[in-house]
């Protein structure tokens, strides 16, 4: 065998392998919870913080430096149609079934999408359906 063939043969490999990776995603990996996945995984009978937990329960985690100090949330914070609404404790005051979609950032993406209010610890907004 020749090295130019094993060279070919690895090269396959490895492009095999990087491209069949990507090619299917796990919903647990999205940032998106949309309603209709709400709905049709019949999480949409009790509150978004519910819904969120089930579905994606990874964004309920605590992200941001471990702190004690008072009034500090290591939790994502909420907004509602684009408004600060409180720590990850607010989604227990939405009910699931009014929820068109629920997006997660991450510190970087809060920080370019809801500037300074987003905190350190990322951000869940939520769009409300509307008639």
């Given at each position: ?9 690895a ?14 995603s ?24 519910d ?81």
């Open positions: 065998m020749s090295v130019k063939y094993l060279y070919l043969v090269l396959a490999t490895i492009v095999g392998c990087a491209s069949s990776s990507g090619a299917r796990s919903p647990m990996r999205s940032n998106v919870l949309s309603g209709e996945e709400i709905a049709n995984t019949h999480a949409d009978l009790a509150t978004a913080y819904a969120v937990s089930r579905l994606r329960p990874n964004w309920m985690a605590p992200h941001g430096a471990m702190t004690s100090n008072a009034g500090v949330s290591n939790y994502a914070s909420v907004f509602v149609d684009g408004q600060l609404m409180g720590d990850i404790n607010a989604l227990r005051n939405v009910q699931a079934y009014y929820v068109d979609e629920v997006r997660y950032y991450d510190v970087t993406q809060a920080g370019a999408r809801f500037g300074i209010r987003a905190g350190t610890t990322g951000a869940i907004e939520i769009s409300m359906k509307h008639p």
